[in-house]
């Protein structure tokens, strides 16, 4: 069985700034994905960034980046700049493999709070 | 619609009752997910159809959580004889046929919010 920690319950960013969002993860897969999905007060889960394992480039997506540590299980997130609207919460997620695609294992979230 | 579409978007309802969640995914997604979010927990998968066959219902957590999705499109998920720890948010998720390429493989509805008394 696959477990997902984000150690960080809450997180506070003044706007512009940076933050890093931790997630360790536990596996014996050799392929999987990792996902950052962000979950505003809307409830609407929505997807941030994806890494493959097999890939060893981090992923960036604007001012979303990963840190992707194969070796540690290790996958934390980068918010630069941040802005108000970032404000949510940020779960990491994992899948085994393609063939289970949407199965997903999730952590329990982080609480990213923008201040002015 | 544009997107995943769940209603009700609240549902109250007295321990012992039986209640239906219905989820409408996007026009042509094959995949429908279903997942329990209990309050300040990430979700937890349920339940997996591919049109209308259930694949994987290993999340299921009781005999009491039924799914169907009976035309490859609608899905419904049924809790009978609720108990308060039934209580949390539903949330609804489809995919495309060829998920692993597009930038957004899954796209989830805004949830429905279930309260158990």
């Known amino acids: 069985a696959q477990t997902v920690t984000q150690s960080q319950p809450e997180m506070s960013v003044q706007e512009a700034e940076t933050v890093t969002l931790s997630c360790t993860y536990d596996t014996s897969e050799s392929n999987y994905y990792l996902f950052w999905y962000k979950q505003p007060p809307s409830r609407q889960m929505i997807l941030v960034i994806r890494?493959?394992?097999?890939?060893?480039q981090n992923a960036t997506e604007n001012r979303f980046s990963v840190n992707f540590q194969k070796a540690a299980k290790s996958f934390s997130l980068k918010i630069s700049d941040s802005q108000l609207g970032d404000t949510a919460m940020y779960f990491c997620a994992f899948m085994p493999s393609a063939d289970s695609w949407g199965k997903f294992q999730f952590g329990a979230g982080t609480q990213v709070v923008v201040t002015p | 619609g544009a997107g995943v579409s769940q209603s009700p978007r609240y549902k109250v309802a007295k321990r012992g009752q039986d209640v239906a969640l219905r989820c409408d995914p996007i026009?042509?997604?094959?995949?429908l997910f279903w997942y329990q979010q209990a309050l300040g927990q990430g979700p937890e998968f349920l339940t997996y159809?591919?049109?209308?066959?259930?694949?994987?219902k290993s999340g299921l957590p009781s005999d009491r959580f039924f799914a169907e999705r009976p035309e490859g499109s609608v899905s419904t998920l049924k809790i009978q004889r609720t108990q308060q720890e039934d209580s949390a948010v539903y949330l609804c998720?489809?995919?495309?046929?060829?998920?692993?390429?597009?930038?957004?493989?899954?796209?989830f509805g805004d949830g429905t919010r279930l309260s158990i008394l």
């Open positions: 026009s042509g997604h094959v995949s």
């Open positions: 159809f591919q049109n209308e066959a259930q694949l994987d």
């Open positions: 998720a489809s995919s495309p046929r060829d998920p692993t390429y597009s930038n957004q493989p899954q796209h």
């Open positions: 890494q493959e394992a097999y890939k060893q």
